[in-house]
């Protein structure tokens, strides 16, 4: 009778699961303590259903470390497209603040150029007015014959005439290009702005990466602890 409820036992602990197998454990040991001629037998049949409810307890383990290293793995490739579209965006962001700053650079100079050339106007007028007054004065002294004073002085009036709307039109294109340039130099502070938001982002996303790598190779490790012990 006793190796009749020993098979039956068995079959049921290898059937039932970890759990039911430590509950059978724990009658066959109370049928054990209660003595009788199957004593013996049943401390022996508790001792292999405690092998049997271990192995079945690393069964469990290892489909259940298999599934979380599974799952590992997917948030491995998921952090690793994650980390690429964050270089790739990152990348980008790089080519565009560069050519920000080129284009601010040559803003820069163009304004520049405007500038040197609408402050030598500037000067070309006041030589122009300091000549016309300077010819004004020496016809005044020269009296009836300062006729040829006065042609000369025509003459620097038509100058004068044409520098200074050279030089208007040229103070005006230095104040186009100065607010051309101010947006310009907006537009690279931002897209630098840009740059330091995606370098977090990617440095986020790598650490991740690596957080996700990491769990995967510890889980890795722990299946195969659990598989040499089956």
Known sequence: MATELRAKLVIDAETEGEKSVEALVIDVEKLAAAGGDAAPQLQLLAAELRGLAQQQGLVDQFARLKAQTAAYGAEVEKAQASTKAAALALKEKQQALQQAQAAEAAMAATLAEARQQHDLLGQAVAEAKTELKTLGAAAKEAGADSALQAERMKDVRAQLGVLKAEYKEAGAQVK????????????????GNDVKVA????????????????AYAQGRVELQRTRDAM
């Open 199 to 214: 370098t977090q982002a990617f440095d986020a996303q790598r650490a991740a990466a690596q957080k996700a790598n990491q």
């Open 176 to 191: 186009v290009l100065a607010a051309e340039q101010r947006e310009s130099a907006a537009a690279m502070r931002q897209v």
